[in-house]
């Protein structure tokens, strides 16, 4: 597995190319923006893009999808509590962020458990609810993508619509943290860390 990381959009979200180097079969995982950074890599690498993952609904992590999915005609997913905030700009907040109004219709609705495959890869869906009702993390092989659950030394806001801090104190902890100590965790914004030191100095999980 070989795990991109490409910084997009106007806040800067961490973008990811997750993708099998023997089938050059792979996922976009949040393209917040910056959509011709993100395909220029795609041709660099000469990947066959057959998803584009959402981790949850926020326009910062959502402004690249339209262009990218016309260049790759990858099936967008997201999971199903935050399809009408993807669906809405006022819901996702991009008609009040500088990028402007960004509306999606999903192709694939994710629940708990279902396996994106891509490659000899797969990405088991976990539903960790808290920042947005339908946000999820990606657990594929000993990788973590967290979106804005998990970052490394903090966690994400609560104070949105729909949030919730109890929610995702809770996903965290009965879904994340129970990960072995050497899984990596590729967050939504800011740098990778791993389990063993989330546990160790995550403020918010003591
Ligand atoms: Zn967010
Ligand atoms: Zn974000």
Do not use: Q, W
């Not at 509590?81 to 999903?106: F, H, Q, W, Y």
């Not at 458990?113 to 609810?129: A, M, N, Q, R």
Request: charged share 30%; aromatic share 6%; proline share 5%.
């Amino acid at each position: 597995m070989e795990i991109i990381r490409i910084p997009a959009g106007i806040y800067a979200a961490n973008c990811y190319l997750v993708y099998d180097e023997d089938t050059k079969e792979g996922i976009v995982i949040d393209p917040g923006g910056d959509a011709d950074d993100i395909i220029n890599k795609i041709e660099e690498l000469g990947l066959d893009i057959k998803y584009i993952v959402l981790t949850h609904g926020h326009g910062d992590h959502i402004a690249g999808v339209e262009d990218l999915k016309k260049y790759t005609n990858a099936k967008v997913a997201i999971h199903k509590d935050d399809a009408p905030m993807v669906r809405n700009g006022e819901k996702n907040l991009s008609s009040r962020m500088a990028m402007g109004t960004v509306e999606i219709e999903p192709d694939i609705l994710l629940d708990e458990d279902d396996v994106i495959e891509f490659g000899k890869l797969s990405g088991k869906v976990i539903h960790t609810p808290g920042h947005t009702p339908g946000g999820i993390s990606l657990k594929i092989e000993d990788s973590l993508f967290t979106g804005d659950t998990l970052f490394a030394g903090s966690i994400g806001r609560t104070d949105f619509e729909g949030s919730s801090y109890d929610s995702i104190i809770n996903s965290i902890k009965t879904k994340l943290i129970v990960f072995p100590d050497e899984t990596r965790v590729y967050p939504g914004h800011g740098p990778s860390t791993s389990i063993k030191m989330e546990k160790r100095n995550n403020p918010f999980l003591r």
